[in-house]
């Protein structure tokens, strides 16, 4: 039996740090298996993190010199990650990079995090930008996650990340089709940086709010929710078409609303195909309000696991997918991205 060990490395819209996850993964019986050996996360520097915060207005040559700077970070942080936990025997780095500027529609998405640097630093094989290639097929590289869902977490309806943004993946036919529901981080961290906090802590600064019905009208009716999957959203488009309808309200309101919406953005989808159990993963699965919320919209069994899956999740797949890129196996689904058709995607440094 063949044994991979390796290691994913997740950065966020959210920039809530950055999660790294060493697992083995192994066929048995012609499906595979894996186990998280050692995870964490690693908060940002304040520095770095308004670097990446900000870096969708970089000039083109301040952006490049982020690419190469976070690359090397990426290296250091990795590096001392094997030194601390004695890790050997590593096969692969999976890096997902943190992404700036993401639109499919004008075929380009960009994930900045040299994976040339990381490997440099941790003299171990790289795979980075999984993104592109699937952009370059037509797809909306995004999301990706749905090949970890199929192959290692098949015993769910659906799986549900509650990230920057809410995403899902579920079958329908014996394919795998995935989209992105809503924002929800990406929007709620923003609105609580106003209370000084880098969060809503179990959603309570949106439980003091009270819901703007004009605005989760405005909400509910963007044109983006009644558009067919595959779709992706982007932090342009949050800029775009989210914030600016904020104007004039009180952020306690502006939190309660928006929680609202996701919530009922969220339920909408389990109703729709009567879903039993969903597993819930990701940093909104701590937002004990959220979850109210959507458990009173449905009557889907929402399922939370360990703590590891919940923060993890998403490092883990990104290690299997550079474990499927090395074995040439694809690791793209085109039924998730609307791309031209399945694909094994990343670049090996």
């Known amino acids: 039996m063949i044994t991979y060990k390796a290691i994913g490395l997740m950065s966020g819209t959210s920039l809530d740090g950055l999660d790294i996850c060493f697992a ?19 908060p940002y520097p304040k520095t770095l993190e308004e670097q990446l915060r900000n870096s ?34 590593i096969d692969l780095i999976a890096s997902h990079g943190h992404t700036v500027f993401h639109q499919p529609q004008r075929k380009f998405t960009l994930q900045i995090g040299d994976g040339r640097a990381i ?40 799986c549900l990340n509650l990230g920057g943004f809410s995403n899902i993946s579920f079958k329908i036919d014996d394919e795998r089709i995935a989209f992105d529901i809503a924002p929800v981080n990406i929007v709620l961290n923003k609105l609580v940086q106003e209370f000084g906090q880098n969060y809503d802590e179990n959603g309570d600064l949106a439980r003091k709010g009270n819901i703007n019905l004009q605005l ?3 909400l509910n009716s963007l044109e983006f929710y009644a558009q067919s999957h595959p ?6 488009w949050c800029n775009a078409n989210i914030f600016p309808l904020f104007s004039g309200i009180e952020a306690l309101d502006v939190l309660a609303t928006f929680t609202e919406h996701a919530a009922e953005q969220i339920s909408k989808i389990f109703n729709i195909h009567q879903f039993n159990k969903v597993l819930f993963t990701g940093g909104g699965t701590y937002n004990q309000y959220l979850i109210e919320k959507i458990r ?3 009557q889907t069994e929402i399922i939370i696991p360990e ?23 694809v690791n793209v689904l085109s039924s998730a991205t609307g791309s031209l058709h399945n694909h094994s995607s990343g670049i090996i440094a």
């Open 296 to 298: 009173d919209k449905t």
């Open 231 to 236: 779709k992706s959203l982007g932090i342009e």
């Open 119 to 158: 490997k440099l630093q941790t003299q171990i094989r790289v795979i980075y930008d999984f993104r592109s290639q699937d952009v370059l097929l037509g797809g909306n590289g995004a999301p990706l996650v749905p090949i970890g869902d199929e192959l290692l977490f098949s015993g769910f309806d659906a």
């Open 307 to 329: 703590k590891q899956i919940i923060d993890f999740k998403e490092a883990l797949i990104f290690a299997f997918m550079g474990v499927l890129r090395l074995n040439n196996e």
């Open 24 to 42: 083995k993964f192994w066929k048995e019986n012609s499906c595979w298996k894996f186990e998280i050996i050692k995870a964490e996360t690693v």
């Open 56 to 89: 969708i207005h970089l000039s083109s040559q301040d952006l490049l010199a982020l690419h190469s700077e976070y690359g090397f970070y990426l290296g250091e942080i990795t590096k001392d990650f094997i030194k601390r936990n004695q890790l050997s025997d």
């Open 216 to 218: 989760l009208e405005q």
